[in-house]
């Protein structure tokens, strides 16, 4: 079975500070995906990346930035955490078939 | 640009019903198509996905989708729904003209269903 694994499930975390969301993948897929997921607004992509160190941004990419230094792993990172990226974060992983999909991290900015 | 449409938000069926949920895309050329299934707390689980050939496709779980060009819908059936079912549907089109196509997707807003005894 394919696995993708995103470090936490649940994260609280302080407005203006650094976080880090972490995603693994065992399949060795070449393309990694972002999304965040809000009621009402389903998911929207924020960024992907379709190599090691390589990105492209997706439909919402302010505020936020990722890493790729290894093909396995895909991080997410607010550089300042606000009070509005309190969301669902999922990763996904893929190669050219289809997405699979983390469990999700619900990260809460208070 | 593509995107997706669900229009209903949440639906109620009593277990044993049939169902069918809706789906409308806008996309420039060939779509790929996905509908991709959520169970509270966990991440997305793919249903079926259309790419060519025989525009009805049968999933998991006993869900099949009809993907009907003239119309721009690809409408997610399943002809009788258990309690397991309750779950947010999405719906979600990617490109087939991107070499990403099949993963970097446009999602619609999701149908949140709940089964009735």
């Known amino acids: 079975d394919v696995k993708v694994t995103q470090s936490s499930r649940y994260l609280v975390k302080r407005t203006g ?13 070449e393309n990694m995906f972002w999304y965040r997921q809000d009621p009402g607004l389903g998911l929207r992509l924020i960024y992907f990346s ?5 990105k492209e941004k997706g439909d919402i990419p302010e505020g936020y930035s990722v890493s790729r230094e290894k093909k396995e792993r895909f991080s997410l990172i607010l550089e300042s955490a606000s009070t509005n990226q ?8 893929g190669r050219n078939t289809e997405a699979f999909f983390g469990q999700g991290t619900r990260l809460t900015v208070v | 640009a593509q995107s997706v449409t669900q229009p209903d938000i949440h639906i109620t069926v009593s277990e044993g019903a049939s169902l069918e949920l809706r789906c409308n895309y806008s996309y420039g050329a ?3 198509l996905f509908w991709y299934v959520q169970s509270p707390g966990q991440g997305l689980q ?3 996905k259309y790419f060519s050939g025989d525009t009805l496709v049968q999933g998991i779980k006993g869900f099949e989708a009809e993907f009907k060009r003239s119309q721009s819908s690809f409408n997610l059936r399943k002809p009788s729904v258990h309690w397991s079912d309750a779950a947010e549907y ?3 089109v ?3 003209y991107s070499y990403f ?5 446009t999602f619609g807003t999701g149908t949140r269903l709940t089964i009735i005894p």
């Not at chain 1, 500070?17 to 897929?29: A, G, N, P, R």
């Not at chain 2, 196509?101 to 997707?105: A, P």
């Open chain 1, 50 to 54: 379709y190599d090691v160190k390589m």
């Open chain 1, 17 to 29: 500070e650094k976080v880090f969301l972490e995603c693994v993948q065992d399949m060795d897929h």
């Open chain 2, 90 to 92: 999405f719906c979600a």
């Open chain 2, 101 to 105: 196509g099949n993963e970097k997707l």
């Open chain 2, 94 to 96: 990617g490109g087939s």
């Open chain 1, 86 to 93: 309190t969301s669902m974060y999922l990763c996904a992983s």
């Open chain 2, 30 to 32: 060939t779509p790929y």
């Open chain 2, 46 to 48: 793919l249903l079926l």
